[in-house]
Structure formats: C-alpha cells, structure tokens
C-alpha cells in the first residue's frame, strides 16, 4: 500500500480558512467512506479530528470540517487559531488494512 | 475514562525480538479492533497491524513475517511481539483503538523502539 498524498505544508493567519488535501486511489479513498484525520502536536499522540470522511468526535470542534470528492479527501478548518499549528495526517480503510498520508504541516502565521 | 498506556519499548540490537505491551481501561480490548501504528522519528504515522474482535489479524508488508499482535482478554492487554527487528523498525509504536474499523480513538503515549548496534 503506497501513502496517501498530503501536502508536505500549508500556513494561514488567524481567522482565515484552510484546507488540505489528501489523495488516494480507488482501493482506499475512493472505495470506502473511512477516511479520518488527525492532528498531531509536537511529542504528542495523535488525537482524531474527523472520521468516516465528515464525523466529528464530541468534543472536536465545528471549526474543523470533512469531505471527499473520488478519490481525494479534504480536511478544511476555518478560523485558524494559534492552537491549530500542528502536523494533520489523514488516513483510510484499505481492506483489512490502513493507509496514512504522508501529512500536512500547518504553520499559523 | 477511556485509556490506553503502552510499554515494553527500549534499546534492540539488529536481529533481536522484544515485546510491546497496551493495556486498556474504560472498555474491553477483546470487543473491539485493535491496530499499532508507528512512527520513525521525524517521520509520518504508518500502520503497522490490526486484530479484529473475532480474531483476524492483518499486517502491513513490511512487517509481515516478523511481527506478531495478540490480546489477553483476561488482562485487557494488547500486545505485538516482535522479531528479527531492523533499524527501519526504529520507531515510536502507538496502539489504539480501530474504530467500525478505519480509524483510531484513542491513542496510547506511544513506546519508543530503537534498533541499533
């Protein structure tokens, strides 16, 4: 299974709107509706943000919303807050398997 | 509260075996799938093996052959027993929950693998 693809960076000011890519093939993202994403702060555990594609776990807020479109996912969050700058990966359900993105690093500016 | 707390990581020589531990709290492993993912340092997270409540397990190629992932349902404890390690397994190895499956909540702290001579 090859990585998912992400790009390597995206940055924003604060109340502005991003959105990030994540693209697959039609053996993961484009056959199943299990894409999920996650953030990841320096020296920390990945915490998930969204799941099967659009699903926010309580807790997560509504800043930060899911979609997909074929075979590529987008994670958007809309106003940027300091506390967003942190590394997003994206992940989907591959048959009996995951595959991660390569992620995102995402610069508040 | 819902929790998982690996252990078992630490320093390997190429070619040696150690295994990793995941104990759970606030739910029931055996009922659940359960997956470990890794992450090398400085790099990106990489699945590494799923059991499924029923049993079946999957493994990533590159650790095919070599890793084994198992429970203690009276424990509540997951495991992945590890062999024939190489540097490229040098990672940091969460375990988490699989989630319908697909994705992962929660996530453990993570234990630090190093293989090196």
């Known amino acids: 299974q090859s990585a998912l693809t992400q790009p390597a960076s995206v940055s924003g000011s604060p109340g502005q709107s991003i959105t990030i890519s994540c693209t697959g093939t039609s053996s993961d993202v484009g056959s199943y509706n299990l894409v999920s994403w996650y953030q990841q702060h320096p020296g920390k555990a990945p915490k998930l943000m969204i799941y099967?594609?659009?699903k926010r776990p309580s807790g997560v807020s509504n800043r930060f919303s899911g979609s997909k479109s074929g075979n590529t996912a987008s994670l958007t969050i809309s106003g940027l807050q300091a506390e967003d700058e942190a590394d997003y990966y994206c992940c989907s359900y591959a048959g009996s398997s995951a595959v991660f993105g390569g992620g995102t690093k995402l610069t508040v500016l | 509260e819902v929790q998982l707390v690996e252990s078992g990581g630490g320093l390997v020589q190429p070619g040696g075996s150690l295994r990793l531990s995941c104990a759970a709290s606030g739910f029931t492993v055996s009922s659940n799938y359960m997956s470990w993912v890794r992450q090398a340092p400085g790099k990106g997270l990489e699945w590494v093996s799923v059991?499924?409540?029923?049993?079946?397990?999957y493994y990533a190629d590159s650790v095919k052959g070599r890793f084994t992932i198992s429970r203690d349902n009276s424990k509540n404890t997951l495991y992945l027993q590890m062999n024939s390690l190489r540097a490229e397994d040098t990672a940091v190895y969460y375990c988490?929950?699989?989630?319908?499956?697909?994705?992962?909540?929660?996530w453990g702290q993570g234990t630090l693998v190093t293989v090196s001579s």
């Open positions: 988490a929950r699989d989630g319908d499956p697909g994705w992962f909540d929660p």
């Open positions: 099967e594609v659009s």
């Open positions: 059991i499924y409540s029923g049993g079946s397990t």
